[in-house]
């Protein structure tokens, strides 16, 4: 019986040992995930610098293949990929780093740059005005700002509540009242702004041609009438996919079909 036991007692201390040993890894990992992301960060900075730029591009890439999101990495990636000509590359990145930081100047102005070496010139079907004035708004943050803005709204609300209630003082008492009420106005907006800008995000179906000349078909099928050409870098809607096919849209409203592997989801 008390070998019985001790072999028991010796395999609870082998379970234990095991699950301490899976918890501290558990906790650890991030850490040394994020270690490699800034050395690797780094080695690719000081690629690009010494413009040696594919290079550059392999290690941002590494870095975003182990799922770390950055919208500073993705724009690096696509000045990298725009330094080697990779045009439909760049603005892919571009692309996702925009979504990311919807507001930033720099890659709103690359991304213009690196689509003025796309062959097709499409002209925009105009957006009614407060379409494009919400669309303008939700662009000042990104949706991790939006969220912020709520979260400090509503601090900043309870905090004129409490002095609300608490204080003896008259003026203080009215200023604090319609404060918190503003502060907490705000936040709501700042809320269902957050979320439709993570439906914005989360429901892109935007993709960006990779094929240096497409032939968009009427049908999901090569036998389709030819509708109109496209070309590499271009960026396009998917409304559909069938068979292999994706339907697209383009921003004139020109609609077909093209094979799925000749473009790249934003």
């Not at 079907?125 to 000042?140: D, G, M």
């Not at 309870?158 to 009420?181: D, K």
């Amino acid at each position: 019986m008390r070998s019985g036991n001790l072999k028991y007692e010796i395999r609870n201390s082998k379970r234990l040992v095991l699950n301490v040993s899976i918890v501290i890894i558990s906790c650890c990992l991030p850490f040394i995930t994020l270690g490699q992301v800034e050395q690797l960060k780094a080695e690719a900075d000081a690629a690009y610098i010494a413009e040696e730029h594919q290079k550059a591009a392999e290690l941002y890439q590494q870095i975003l293949d182990q799922e770390y999101v950055s919208a500073e990495v993705e724009y690096n990636l696509g000045n990298s990929y725009f330094k080697t000509g990779q045009v439909a590359l760049s603005i892919l990145h571009y692309e996702r780093a925009l979504k990311l930081a919807p507001s930033d100047e720099d890659i709103q102005f690359n991304l213009k740059l690196a689509n003025l070496s796309v062959k097709d010139k499409v002209e925009d079907i105009p957006q009614l005005f407060f379409i494009e004035w919400w669309n303008q708004i939700l662009k000042v943050f990104s949706t991790d700002g939006w969220a912020w803005n709520a979260v400090i709204a509503f601090l900043l609300g309870l905090i004129g509540f409490l002095l609300f209630r608490f204080s003896s003082e008259e003026g203080i008492r009215r200023l604090t009242f319609y404060a918190g009420i503003i502060c907490v106005g705000w936040g709501a907006f700042s809320v269902y702004a957050a979320q439709k800008s993570f439906d914005h995000v989360v429901n892109d179906s935007r993709a960006v041609v990779f094929a240096s000349t497409l032939n968009a078909k009427s049908a999901p099928d090569r036998k389709g009438k030819d509708l109109f050409v496209i070309h590499e870098g271009l960026v396009v809607t998917v409304t559909d996919e069938v068979n292999g096919w994706s339907r697209i849209k383009l921003s004139n409203g020109n609609v077909g079909w093209v094979p799925e592997g000749t473009i790249v989801n934003i």
